[in-house]
């Protein structure tokens, strides 16, 4: 399995970017089970959960992004969505989408511990 994020984009603050997460090599039928995760990492800091996103769709945000971000997937077409409103210059990171393929998934999780793929990441930048 892979995964290839989109989107990347440089915007002021308060604006808006939409960024997708496809996967290839699983079906349709396999990418709805798993969880799937955003995360963002700046240099010299943790890489940080932000959302997340289970079987029956139940999502969880971290305290930064609730409100402000939403989680969405297409199990059909395979893609996993970040949708990002009122964007702060701390907001600024690369963004990286993450699955868990192992097991099905009952709730979500922020915890990049137990994702096993992960995509390349794609660039957010605020000012």
């Known amino acids: 399995v892979q995964l290839v994020e989109s989107g990347e984009g440089s915007v002021q603050a308060g604006g808006s970017l939409r960024l997708s997460c496809v996967a290839s090599?699983?079906?349709?039928?396999?990418?709805?089970?798993?969880?799937l995760g955003w995360f963002r990492q700046v240099p010299g800091k943790e890489r940080e959960g932000i959302a997340a996103?289970?079987?029956?769709?139940?999502?969880k945000y971290t305290e930064s992004t609730e409100g402000r971000f939403a989680i969405s997937k297409d199990n059909d077409k395979k893609t996993l969505f970040l949708s990002l409103n009122g964007l702060k210059p701390e907001d600024t990171a690369t963004y990286l989408c993450?699955?868990?393929?192992?097991?099905?998934?009952?709730?979500?999780?922020?915890?990049?511990?137990?994702?096993?793929?992960w995509g390349q990441g794609t660039q957010v930048t605020v000012s």
């Open positions: 996103v289970a079987l029956g769709a139940s999502t």
């Open positions: 993450a699955a868990r393929t192992g097991r099905l998934c009952y709730a979500p999780f922020l915890s990049g511990i137990e994702y096993d793929i």
């Open positions: 090599g699983a079906s349709e039928f396999a990418f709805s089970r798993y969880c």
